[in-house]
């Protein structure tokens, strides 16, 4: 049964809410945003979306026009996905990054939109090369809109991918992530993903294994303020030894709602694989909600190891007991554990720079309760980071 | 520090647990509480650092006579009262050096350097031979019985308080580890001048050290106080006698 048909996940789809009309104009807010952003993130951005271009300083990237890219060659065909669908119809240009056999790249993109963004980003990466790619989505107003990124990954033999992604756009954006990706024989891949802003989110990651062929999902969503989030990962151990494995997690609070679905399908004949699920959930108030839907399907196997695992539940008066009896005040011990939690869906981002990012836009969410805006922090301040 | 208890009497829920205690002892005393299981020892710890669950409906706590009944458990802790839990909680993706150090600024003035403070936790978590990489790790998650007690004690070390309660710290490690755990004890003892309430069910931690007060407790309440000596009795008559 495709993933999305099944009545269980349709009952818990969240729709996108797509503008009435799609107005891809150019904003000066926006580029002022990429270049402050440049600055004070103190990371080299190797590709820049604006409204009003998508620009490169990388070798590997190449941008073309949407039209030009061979359909056939897609991973997403137009209507296998709503999101897919409109990225089909209103992308205007394809980001292909091209790593070479044995080569490395590590490169940083950072999206500041006001405008529908609707864009292909194609990776291609050889055999025994390495590709690091760390994406920042920021909106530069505060105006109604539709990021909706699509990832297509080939990972070659024995190469290693670490792809990092953090959406923090306006509580007005609906955001619309997707990724799809083979992963090689003896290949490596590493997806982490924090979702933090948008008003809706809906993403879908559909990943397959081939021999030996390791893929891991690290996916967070921090809620609040009536934040939706739809996210559905689905791994398949395609070939034997392959390794698989989704975690995800997400803190609600303030009526805000998040559905997790994790899919792990191991295919006949796909013999001494590992396959894992976890799902987990922190509720900060009685009236958001989180549902956790952990699935697997093995098909036939006698030589597997799956498990999955999902748990919701608020923080615990006896956590909070131990945390205070040390002297650290209740408001202080709940900031500390709900840092530790998201802590551990970073736990796979090897990109210092990346985690700290992503690590400041959480903090400012936490301690600011705001979202949507760009970060107003100095990553450097950051004990995490490692001076030179 | 001074902490007196006064005809306790603590619920859970409609259930009192405990049922008329008094006790008090003073900063760089030696005091252990033993009892049988269910007889309300744990129940006393967690009531005098204030757990929300535990309704002290009679009686009072006072530290330096002022009563700490109705301060939450991070005020009562700033006073200098610690809690060792018998059952320390796993806390997944906080690592032992955030939570030491963000403790380490609620309870005191210490403005040492963090490295100088790193430096601290590195030579007591030797002394405790708590593995290296365990600091550096989740707090209690995925730790041992004997791991998770180690880390109380040198959440003890680090915090340095006026007095201690600890509960149970013997239960879980095997005999080296007791002999480890009880001289880092006396250590902090010697060092600080700590308080010191020790709840255990068993003697074995206490051959190696040199308590002043024996209070046993039944039914949620002193039933008999003493000396090291009522230790030896309880150890060969048993709580029953």
Known sequence: ?388 | MKLEIKNLHVFIEDKEVIKGLDLAMNEGEFHVLMGPNGSGKTSLSKAIMGHPAYLIKEGDILVDGKSIKDLSTDKIAKLGLFLGFQNPIEVDGLGVINFLNTARGAVSKDNAPFKDFLNEVKSNAESLKIKEDLVNRSLNFGFSGGEKKKVEVLQMAMLKPKIAILDEPDSGLDVDAIKLVAAKINEIRKNTKAGILLITHYSRILKYMEPEYVHIMHDGKITREGGKDLIEEIESKGYKA
């Open chain 1, 1 to 388: 049964m495709p993933f999305e048909t099944s009545e269980l996940y349709k009952r818990y789809m969240i729709n996108l809410r797509m503008p009435e009309s799609v107005d891809l104009k150019p904003s000066k807010e926006a580029e002022a945003l990429a270049k402050k952003l440049s600055e004070s993130l103190k990371i080299k951005f190797d590709l820049i979306i604006t409204d009003s271009e998508i620009r490169s300083a990388s070798k590997n990237i190449e941008i073309s026009d949407a039209g030009m890219v061979d359909p056939m060659s897609r991973h997403y065909m137009p209507g296998e996905d709503k999101v897919a669908s409109f990225v089909h119809a209103y992308a205007k240009s394809a980001i292909v990054i091209r790593v070479p056999d044995k080569q490395k790249a590590s490169l940083n993109l950072l999206s500041v939109n006001h405008s529908p963004l609707p864009i292909f980003i194609s990776m291609a990466v050889g055999d025994n090369a390495s590709l690091e790619l760390s994406e920042y989505y920021f909106s530069a107003s505060k105006e109604q809109s539709v990021v909706a990124p699509l990832h297509e990954l080939s990972a070659g033999k024995n190469s290693k991918v670490e792809l990092n992604i953090l959406h923090d756009e306006n509580g007005m954006t609906d955001v619309g992530n997707l990724c799809k990706g083979r992963i090689g024989e003896r290949a490596e891949v590493r997806v982490n993903m924090a979702y933090i802003g948008g008003g809706h989110t809906r993403s879908r990651a559909n990943f397959t294994a081939a021999e030996h062929g390791k893929i891991q999902v690290s996916e967070v969503a921090f809620g609040s303020d009536g934040q939706k989030f739809d996210m559905a990962t689905n791994v398949t151990n395609e070939k034997p030894y392959s390794i698989g494995r989704v975690d995800s997690g997400a803190v609600m609070s303030g009526k805000s709602l998040c559905v997790l679905k994790g899919f792990a399908k191991i295919v006949e004949g796909a013999r001494g694989v590992g396959s894992q699920v976890n799902q987990h959930g922190l509720l900060l108030d009685p009236e958001s909600r989180i549902e956790a839907l952990p699935d697997m399907s093995i098909d036939y196997s006698n030589e597997v190891s799956a498990s999955h695992s999902a748990g919701t539940a608020p923080i615990s008066n006896d956590v909070l007991f131990y945390m205070t009896s040390r002297g650290i005040p209740e408001d202080e011990a709940r900031r500390l554990y709900i840092i530790g939690f998201l802590s551990k869906y970073l736990t796979n981002i090897s990109n210092v720079k990346a985690k700290e990012v992503i690590v400041s836009v959480l903090l400012e969410k936490l301690n600011k309760k705001t979202f949507g805006m760009v970060p107003n922090t100095d990553i450097e301040k950051f004990w995490l980071v490692q001076k030179a």
